[in-house]
């Protein structure tokens, strides 16, 4: 056994100590349960950078105010005043609205592991937009009713798949088409499937549904026209604007690296490649209340919405672990923060190959989630697609992996197709140093539903 399985096992074994058993399922809350009139219910403001602005769903509220506030078609938001704003669904878990100089971001209620409540949102975390004025509010939605009670399915409990990582599922692969190769990896060797799992996205973040991405506009069309055929955040004008490949472990961060490198890649970019900074997904992973640790979490809600609020800190303030753990960061670190944080085509459900190419040809990297199925882990090299429908192999459960994707291309073989270039947090001794092309245009695994993007605010240091 390599010295690196066996790193990764012990990892493992700290793990299955160290993790807390969560509930196993997840709010599943559509588009139009949450379109409506909700009234928020504001708490009192909490004092400037004190750290008790913890919301959650055992905060009591002594309400001080209330607005009434209709979320419409697609992502408008209006205040009992008329002033007009933005909404948007974040996955089927919750949902921000900015209006009126403030920001909402509540999770949707979620009961005895089956139940979701889509008329309410948890206490939740409230703000104006410059980020003061911090308090905690409740949401309870007024019209049209949502049933009340809305059972989600129980998760198959998790199994050990043992094709996962065997010659037998590599040789099939790579006997069932030519456009990628699949090969074994010593690392993989006596890792569980919930370790799988974990690297694959963490149980929580599983979709139970997911948006599709949209139609190319024909405004779309021209800007397409106007891009490369092929770019690489790596190597423009001979320069690499892209932060080290990482090893996430067998802890379910992928969504905390994913936002980590955003915001690096995104700095040197802003910087001229002066400013090169590792982030902490340690510091996520056991202090954001916006995510759940090793169990999962999304980048909208990371690379954005945590980024914003709280900051990133280097990672020697807080280094990685690959466990859940009481909040350690050094509290003296210097904070990182981002803003304009944004699903790609202005609200979830709006994304598409064109509109990711533009983000990332303009303001640089972005991150995404796609569904990892058990041929992906057995990925070396060539242009990703998803080979095995109905096949034995199939039955790992969909996970939502959060990666990176910093460029595109094009292959002539064996057959024309195009992809895009995707940093994973694997190491370097997965895939292409760490790297994999996947299928572009065709939402590969929904990997063009879901991009999300920020912007670093870079400081003078
Ligand atoms: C989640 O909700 C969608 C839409 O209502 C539904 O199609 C899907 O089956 C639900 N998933 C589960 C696991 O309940
Ligand atoms: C950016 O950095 C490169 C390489 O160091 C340098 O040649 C170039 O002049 C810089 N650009 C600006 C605008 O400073």
């Avoid at 700095?267 to 900074?277: A, E, F, G, M, P």
């Avoid at 990672?315 to 003296?332: I, L, Q």
């Avoid at 609200?347 to 991150?367: D, F, L, Q, S, T």
């Amino acid at each position: 056994m390599s010295g690196l399985a066996k790193l990764l096992i012990n990892v493992a074994a700290v793990i299955l100590l160290t993790v807390s058993v969560q509930a196993d399922t997840l709010a599943n809350c559509t588009y139009e349960d949450i379109r409506g009139t909700w009234v928020f219910e504001l708490g009192p403001s909490h004092k400037e950078g004190s750290k008790d602005w913890e919301c959650t769903s055992t905060t009591q509220i002594s309400v001080q105010y209330k607005v009434k506030i209709t979320l419409d078609y697609p992502d408008i938001a209006i205040d009992e005043f008329g002033n007009k704003g933005f909404w948007t669904l974040i996955y089927n878990q919750g949902f921000e609205v900015v209006v009126g100089g403030s920001k909402y971001f509540g999770f949707s209620v979620f009961k005895d592991k089956t139940v979701s409540i889509c008329s309410k949102a948890n206490p939740g975390w409230a703000h104006d937009v410059l980020g003061h004025d911090r308090r905690c509010f409740q949401g309870q939605k007024q019209s049209p009713a949502v049933k009340f009670m809305k059972k989600t399915g129980r998760d198959s409990s998790l199994r050990f798949e043992p094709s996962i990582n065997s010659e037998e599922m590599v040789a099939s692969i790579n006997k069932a088409q030519k456009s990628w190769t699949a090969t074994t990896y010593p690392q993989f060797q006596g890792l569980t499937h919930d370790d799988f799992v974990r690297m694959a996205g963490g149980k929580r973040s599983r979709m139970l549904s997911r948006p599709r991405s949209v139609p190319i506009t024909e405004k779309q069309d021209s800007v397409r026209g106007t891009l490369p055929s092929s770019f690489d955040w790596r190597k423009v004008n001979g320069q690499n604007y892209v932060s080290p490949v990482r090893n996430q472990a067998a802890c379910g961060s992928c969504y905390a690296f994913a936002s980590m490198a955003m915001a690096e890649s995104r700095l040197q970019i802003l910087t001229n490649n002066t400013q090169k900074h590792v982030f902490a997904p340690q510091d996520i992973v056991e202090c954001s209340p916006y995510s759940q640790g090793c169990d999962g979490g999304f980048p909208y809600l990371i690379g954005g919405k945590y980024a914003e609020d709280f900051g990133l800190v280097e990672e020697k303030c807080n280094p990685y672990k690959g466990h859940d753990g009481k909040c350690s960061t050094e509290s003296s670190c210097a904070r990182n923060y981002v803003t304009d944080y944004k699903y790609i085509g202005g609200y979830y459900g709006a994304c598409n190959e064109v509109a990711m190419m533009e983000a990332i040809y303009n303001r640089g990297p972005v991150a995404v989630g796609f569904m990892v199925y058990g041929d992906f882990m057995s990925y070396k090299s060539g242009v990703y697609h998803h080979v095995f429908e109905n096949h034995p192999f199939e039955p790992f459960e969909l996970t939502n992996h959060a990666v990176l994707v910093v460029g595109w291309g094009e292959v002539t073989s064996p057959s024309p197709d195009r992809y895009w270039i995707v940093k994973n947090s694997w190491g370097t001794g997965w895939g292409m140093d760490g790297y994999f092309w996947i299928r572009r245009g065709s939402d590969e695994c929904g990997i063009e539903s879901m991009a999300v993007e920020a912007t670093p605010i870079f400081r003078f240091n």
